[in-house]
C-alpha cells in the first residue's frame, strides 16, 4: 500500500495546521486578550500589554482573571486615596495559569518575561495560596468576594435553555472554560457536572485547552471570560458555563448574550470564595498592605457588589494565616 503522506499531502497539512494555528491566534487576539495586562498611572492613563512594567510598578497584582471587568473603577477609587502609588499594574487571567506559568517558574506574555514576585496574588481556590505557603513564599490571606456559576446563552435564549440539566443535551454546541488553567471549571464546573451526572457526556473526560474537548460539540476556552461570549456571538456555540458577574457585565456593555441562572447547590455559591495574599518577595509590602486594607472598606466592596459580586463577610476581609 502506497503512504498516503506524499510530500505534497505533507505540504498542505502542514500548511492547513500553520493556518489553524494562525486562526486560533487571531480569535485570541480578537478575544481582546491583551486587555488582561493594564498599567493604571495616577494620571489617569492606562498602559495595555505593557508586561514589563511587572517588574517596575508601584504596586504590581497578579488576579483572577474573572473581576476584570471591575478593575478601573476600582483601582481609580483606590488611587484616589494613595495618589503617592504612581502605578499599578494588574493581570487578570485564570489563577492556575499565573500560579504554574509565572510564580512557580518563569512566564512570558507575547514573548516577554513576566516579574516572579508580584506584590499581591488572587485565586478562586484556595490551595493555590496554600501551595505559596509550601514553598515559602506567601503567609497571610483574607477572602474578599464570592461569586456563582450561570449559563450563558444568546439573546433571546433561542435555544430555550432552562438549566444545567440542558447541558446534557445532544443539539448543543458548548463553550466552557478549560480544566487546566481555569479555577472556574476546575474546582467548581466540574463539580456541578459530576453532581448532575453529565461530566463525561459534556467533556469526554478531555484535558485540554484551546481545543475541542468534544469535537463539533464541547469547545475548551484558553480563558473564558473573553473567548466564550465571543463564540455565542458568532454562532460557534450555543451556551457557556461563566460567572454570572460576566454575564452582567456583558450585557451592561451591550453583547448579545443573556443568562440563565443555576439554581443552588449546583451553581457552587456556598464554595466560591476569592482569596487574595501578600508575596514574601514582592518589592512593595507597603503598598500591598494599603491595598489590602482597601479590599475591606465599604468603597471596595460596594464596587464589586455593582458588578454582581457578593461581598464577603467581616471576619472574612480580616488578614489571619493560610492553613
Not at 503522506?5 to 491566534?25: C, E, K, R, Y
Not at 492613563?45 to 497584582?61: E, N, P, R, V
Not at 435553555?161 to 440542558?166: C, L, M, S, V, Y
Not at 466540574?190 to 460539540?217: F, H
Request: with cysteine; hydrophobic share 35%.
Amino acid at each position: 500500500m502506497k503512504n498516503p503522506f506524499t510530500p505534497i499531502t505533507g505540504l498542505l497539512l502542514a500548511g492547513s495546521f500553520l493556518l489553524l494555528s494562525g486562526n486560533m491566534a487571531l480569535a485570541a487576539k480578537d478575544a481582546g486578550h491583551g486587555k488582561d495586562y493594564r498599567t493604571f498611572h495616577a494620571s489617569g492613563k492606562i498602559d495595555y500589554g505593557h508586561i514589563k512594567d511587572s517588574y517596575t510598578a508601584d504596586l504590581s497584582m497578579y488576579l483572577a482573571g474573572n473581576q476584570f471587568m471591575v478593575m478601573e473603577e476600582l483601582i481609580r477609587n483606590f488611587q484616589k486615596s494613595h495618589p503617592e502609588i504612581g502605578s499599578i499594574f494588574v493581570e487578570t487571567i485564570p489563577p492556575g495559569q499565573i500560579l504554574k506559568g509565572q510564580l512557580l517558574k518563569q512566564g512570558s506574555i507575547e514573548g516577554k518575561k513576566i516579574a516572579m514576585n508580584p506584590d499581591l496574588y488572587a485565586s478562586v481556590n484556595l490551595g493555590h495560596l496554600k501551595k505559596l505557603k509550601g514553598k515559602g513564599r506567601m503567609d497571610d490571606y483574607m477572602i474578599y468576594i464570592h461569586n456563582k456559576l450561570a449559563l450563558m446563552v444568546a439573546k433571546g435564549n433561542p435555544k430555550d435553555i432552562k438549566g444545567p440539566e440542558d447541558l446534557g443535551r445532544d443539539d448543543l454546541v458548548q463553550s466552557h472554560p478549560n480544566p487546566l488553567t481555569e479555577g472556574i471549571f476546575k474546582f467548581y464546573g466540574s463539580k456541578m457536572l459530576r453532581d448532575l451526572g453529565l461530566y463525561e457526556k459534556v467533556t469526554g473526560n478531555a484535558q485540554c485547552k484551546g481545543c475541542w474537548a468534544i469535537p463539533g460539540k464541547t469547545w475548551f476556552t484558553q480563558r473564558h471570560h473573553r473567548e466564550t461570549p465571543q463564540r455565542i456571538e458568532e454562532g460557534k456555540a450555543d451556551v457557556g458555563i461563566v460567572w454570572t458577574t460576566e454575564i452582567s457585565h456583558a450585557k451592561a456593555t451591550g453583547r448579545n448574550v443573556d443568562g440563565v441562572a443555576i439554581p443552588s447547590p449546583y451553581n457552587q455559591q456556598d464554595r466560591v470564595g476569592y482569596a487574595i495574599g501578600p508575596l514574601r518577595d514582592g518589592r512593595n509590602p507597603e503598598n500591598a498592605r494599603a491595598f489590602l486594607e482597601y479590599l475591606a472598606s465599604d468603597d471596595a466592596q460596594s464596587i464589586y457588589a455593582k458588578y454582581g459580586f457578593v461581598p464577603a463577610t467581616a471576619e472574612e476581609l480580616r488578614l489571619k494565616p493560610i492553613p
